[in-house]
């Protein structure tokens, strides 16, 4: 059953720094989202990207986070200065049509 | 914007007996998408079940399968049979015509033996 994959599983990072969250969607795929749980909360969406650009984005979604597909695999997430409250489970999706696929998340604690 | 309503913030049932998950949903659109995910201590999202809003037929997945009332906007899922596996959280989540899925709060369904 073909997979997406998330990198890495887990991420520390300390407030104000940069992460870089990756993400290698299914390869037929076409249509590729980041989603975000704060532990306890619901899952929420953040974007979704199709053929090389962002097709929606969510309030959540401000000018410190943005999303690129650097080549023809990888999907990655970027919070530029990262804040306390962006401590959270963020989950790569990606679909072909109406079947969302989701990877395993990335755990992003930021102390 | 659509709102999706899960009013049993957690549940319990015992081992081989049926429990029904319930959901609810605001939309004005007439063609949607409605799923329930499945999330175990691990953390993953595990589609169980999908339903397209213009099928009349509810959907069964082996001992999962939804109870859909468009008019009500109401989508529940019952577990049968159920397993200690089966413990985790469950989403009931809708797609209209935008990009995004939009989540419930979640119910945390715990079986025991």
């Known amino acids: 059953e073909p997979e997406v994959t998330q990198t890495p599983s887990h991420q520390v990072t300390q407030m104000g720094q940069e992460v870089i969250l990756r993400c290698v969607p299914i390869?037929?795929?076409?249509?590729f989202y980041w989603y975000r749980q704060i532990l306890g909360q619901k899952v929420e969406f953040l974007v979704s990207f199709y053929n090389n650009e962002i097709s929606e984005k969510s309030e959540i979604f401000d000018d410190q986070f943005s999303v690129e597909r650097p080549d023809g695999s990888n999907f990655t997430l970027k919070i530029r200065s990262t804040k306390l409250e962006d401590s959270a489970m963020y989950f790569c999706?990606?679909?072909?049509?109406?079947?969302?696929?989701f990877g395993s998340g990335t755990r992003l604690t930021v102390v | 914007a659509q709102t999706v309503t899960q009013s049993q913030p957690e549940m319990s049932v015992q081992e081989a007996e049926t429990v029904t998950l319930s959901c609810t949903y605001d939309?004005?659109?007439?063609?949607?998408?409605l799923f329930w995910y499945k999330q175990p201590p691990s953390r993953q999202m595990i589609l169980v079940i999908r339903q397209e809003a213009y099928k009349q037929q509810n959907a069964t997945e082996n001992r999962f399968s939804v109870n859909f009332q468009k008019a009500a906007k109401s989508f529940s899922l019952k577990i049968s049979d159920s397993q200690l596996g089966d413990t985790a959280m469950y989403f009931c989540a809708f797609r209209g015509s935008g990009y995004a899925l939009n989540f419930g709060k979640g119910t945390s369904l715990l079986v025991t033996p």
């Open positions: 939309t004005s659109e007439s063609n949607y998408y």
């Open positions: 999706a990606s679909t072909a049509n109406y079947g969302y696929t």
């Open positions: 390869s037929n795929h076409l249509y």
